[in-house]
């Protein structure tokens, strides 16, 4: 396409809706409208769609296809799998968790899953009474309550905070975690510092924040964290993430929708009411589309910059914190707790380092400017769950990958060398898993095609680099409560322009892998 080529190569001069950013809420969005007639043209700048939300071989000559980003799903609604006719599944994890510790010079570890006489049993076994599960319970029992009440109004327009009050209906909860700090709850509710820990995580993914922060940005990420689906199960999906993405394009595609990949949007002209101008940039040249209406599936910080407007006003530039590690093992290592198999420990969430103390120092210390001395992070096994990911050879050999995800490493940690301190954390990390196995991590490592070890790590600026995250942050900005003023418009997807909308997980509602920015976006546009 040549400079200033209009719309030549694609179907028709203007479109019902052009969208910029084929991730999976860009791809939602357009699968809902032009399975309802209208034109459809999504923009993509890179080669592939998916954004986050993709299946990769990051190891040469290794066949194995990890979801390189995002590698669980929680918070996407059957809703959006129904109504798109998505041919895409998950797999329920037997175990939630595994927490390995050490007292009295005893290896043991907190099981969470096998049903409740065993989970009941582990947490006996560390503190030593029922106390504690009975606690774990009670307030799983509440949040699961309001997970109930709250998860589907996520897919309705956007409640007012009275409104969503009145619907939960239970002030002891809403208090708990729409008004105080989390760390009172956690606090309140429980005595052991490792049990303590475990519940507090769920605040701490992608965020950076104490349990005590004022801001409640640790409630907010702890709500999102246990709504999904109604359940606040965490699942695999089949195929790896991006056996979800490839769905949504063919649906989009099955609709009618166009998707033009290697696609970079530059700049969108709008006055709000006239068609919108969206100018893009390709491998030959630069050139333009109209649409009717526009949505950016990007940050807010990108839709501002597109828009020619001042992309700080108003809020601090977001910043992710998190480490992302993935690895491909030869075999499962062996643990040191002899009770536990370890198909199950790395089956569900593996806690190393997550002590509610050890949270609490990591976080004061990365506030401090340093990387944590003793980092905190989590792991799971996808192909436990799921071998299907697996090459067929790996796969009978024992092959299993792990994904890890480290908290407290916010963005300005890595400003002044990211690739030292990245092998300084990974290093840490990876020490604090190996003082729970019976043998070091890195002997189960494979080795890909060239002769190295199946292992990576990805820190916030490499995913501002190859994802344009902004700041690295995974949520595009810190996460919004579920609700808002009648500003926010009626799906919280709105901008001051009448023909832009925001469909990202910067949007009211968005973060993770849910799609409900994108199926909200499109109710905007269809009026309903």
Known sequence: MTANSGSRGFAQDVY??????????????????????????????????????????????????????SYLVSLLPEKIVRDLGLRFRVRRRTVS???????????????VGGGEARTRESF????????????????????????????PTLTEPLPTRA???????????????????????????????????VVLTDALIGTFADADDPSLVQNRCFLYHVIGGGTGDWDVPVGGMGALTDALAEAARAGGAEIATGHEALR?????????????RTAAGEGSVVGRIVLVNASPRALAELLGEDPGTGSPAPEGSQLKVNMLLSRLPRLRDTSVDPREAFGGTFHIAEGYEQLRRAHAEAAGGEL?????????????????????????????TLTLFGLHTPARLFEKDNRQAREVLLTATLAQLDAHLAEPLTDCLAFDGDGRPCIEAKTPQDLERELRLPGGHIFHRDLSWPYGDREAGRWGVETPHRNVLLCGAGAVRGGGVSGIPGHNAAMAVLGR
């Open 16 to 69: 019902d809706a052009v969208i910029v950013g084929g991730g999976h809420n860009g791809l939602v969005a357009a699968a809902y409208l032009a399975r309802a007639g209208r034109s459809v043209l999504v923009l993509e700048r890179l080669g592939r769609t998916g954004g986050a939300a993709v299946s990769t071989r990051p190891f040469t000559g290794v066949d194995a296809r990890l979801s390189r980003y």
């Open 97 to 111: 968790s595994y927490t390995p510790y050490e007292r009295g010079g005893r290896p043991g570890g907190l099981l």
């Open 124 to 151: 006996a076994g560390l503190t030593g009474s029922d106390r504690e599960y009975e606690a774990w319970r009670a307030f799983y029992e509440t949040t699961g309550r309001l997970a109930r009440k709250v998860f």
């Open 163 to 197: 409104e969503l009050r009145a619907r939960i209906d239970d002030e002891a909860a809403w208090r708990m975690l729409f008004e105080e700090p989390l760390g009172r709850a956690v606090e309140e509710r429980f005595a052991d510092d490792l049990v303590r820990g």
């Open 268 to 280: 969108i002209h709008t006055d709000g009411t006239a068609p919108a101008e969206v100018a893009f």
């Open 372 to 400: 944590p001395s003793v980092p905190p992070s989590e792991i799971y096994c996808h192909s436990l769950a799921d071998p299907s990911i697996l090459g067929p050879d790996l796969a009978a050999q024992g092959y299993q």
